[in-house]
């Protein structure tokens, strides 16, 4: 039999120092992706910040368009695990508007203050090119898949009102949570506020209005708008 050839130790060196560069270089494009969006991001600014020569970028991506789609993909992927690893750990009995309200505060919490990765891929997902964004897509569509359980869940529990449908429930909740990315300021109020603020609207927006309480659905309340406005006189 023949014999293994033993992996002398200055190619594990080598190996593992290839390794962190390359996640050095995905940090820093991550971080001006995040701040410059798409068209903003200039393999030299990634440079400065991976404190590299440019040209030494290209030993581990072959095009500005292939690091940065390594960075968008990877945003929604971690945000993925991140989410999935907070929800795995919470106990299995918690009722599912609560455990919806842990997605909440996971979702903002990574979002804003942990990942520079799930910032730049939530700011940047409408302006990439199709050849760039369908790996994005995928990935999109299996976060998106823990949201539609994380619904799902509620309905079936009878905590979610009779006039919503849930994929459009979800699809909105999920777009403005993301969409904090592009407005929310640390100077202008905290990030538990935020939170805070966020999983109430979600939780009372979503929950059945308790008999006699709110003047009906809101369902009604706008049928009743849309009434008004028909029968008023012309001006």
Not at 41 to 62: C, H, K
Not at 104 to 126: M, W
Not at 137 to 165: F, H, P, S
Not at 181 to 207: C, F, I, K, M, Y
């Amino acid at each position: 039999m023949p014999k293994k050839t033993a992996t002398k130790p200055s190619d594990e060196t080598s190996a593992t120092k290839a390794a962190r560069t390359r996640e050095r270089i995905l940090d820093a494009a991550a971080h001006v992706l995040s701040r410059k969006g798409f068209a903003g991001t200039r393999l030299s600014d990634v440079a400065v910040q991976a404190e590299l020569q440019a040209p030494a970028i290209y030993y581990y991506f072959s095009s500005r368009e292939d690091l940065i789609e390594e960075v968008m993909w990877a945003g929604l992927a971690r945000m993925h695990q991140h989410l999935q690893a907070a929800l795995d750990a919470l106990p299995a009995e918690l009722d599912p508007m609560d455990r919806l309200m842990a997605a909440v505060d996971e979702h903002l919490r990574y979002q804003l203050s942990i990942s520079d990765y799930a910032t730049a891929a939530i700011r940047n997902s409408g302006q990439l090119p199709e050849k760039i964004r369908s790996r994005q897509l995928v990935e999109e569509n299996t976060y998106g898949d823990i949201w539609r359980d994380l619904v799902d869940d509620v309905r079936r529990a009878g905590q979610l009102r009779d006039d919503l449908d849930p994929r459009t429930a979800r699809m909105l909740v999920l777009g403005a949570l993301s969409w904090t990315a592009e407005w929310w300021n640390p100077l202008r109020g905290s990030l538990d506020e935020l939170v805070r603020t966020a999983q109430s609207l979600v939780r009372h927006g979503l929950a059945p209005v308790p008999q006699g309480e709110g003047g009906g659905t809101a369902q009604a309340a706008g049928q009743k708008a849309r009434t008004r406005r028909k029968s008023a006189p012309a001006a």
